[in-house]
Each structure stands twice: as C-alpha cells, then as structure tokens.
C-alpha cells in the first residue's frame, strides 16, 4: 500500500522549507503549516503530477489539514 502521507510530507517539506519532523496528519495547511491558497495550488499541482490525476478546484478547496490530502489520494488514486 502507497504511504500518501509520508509521500505528503516530503513534499510539503521540501517544497515550503519545513522541517518534516513537524508535519502531522493533524496539521492545519494554513495556520500550522503557513501554507497560503496560492501555495496550496502549487502543491495541488505537485501532487498531480507526481499522481498522475487531476484534483477538481472544488476538492481541493475542502483541503484544510494535511489528512484532508492524504484521505482524498487514498480514495482516489488507482493503487497496484
């Protein structure tokens, strides 16, 4: 089974300069992680690319903590 959350972090990490050691599955993007809407499109289109899938605008939206992503992949991503 693909671990969408550890995948997650590393983005995140890696992406916003954020010590991976401090993202949790709880995590709110906006005020624990200081991820802006601007920069929650950006990862949106990371994640795309790295899942070869498209998140409608209106999912994403709904997408406050870190779990919010990682429940949405997991739904709906094709897994092997």
Do not use: G, W
Not at 9 to 37: N, Y
Not at 39 to 54: G, H, M, N, P
């Amino acid at each position: 089974m693909i671990e969408y959350f550890e995948d997650i972090k590393k983005l995140v990490s890696r992406q916003f300069d954020i010590d991976a050691d401090t993202i949790e599955e709880e995590s709110f993007l906006s005020t624990d992680l200081s991820i802006s809407e601007l920069d929650l499109e950006d990862l949106i289109a990371t994640i795309e690319d790295k899942y070869q899938i498209e998140i409608p605008q209106e999912e994403y939206l709904k997408f406050h903590q870190v779990e919010d992503i990682v429940t949405y992949l997991y739904e709906n991503v094709d897994q092997p």
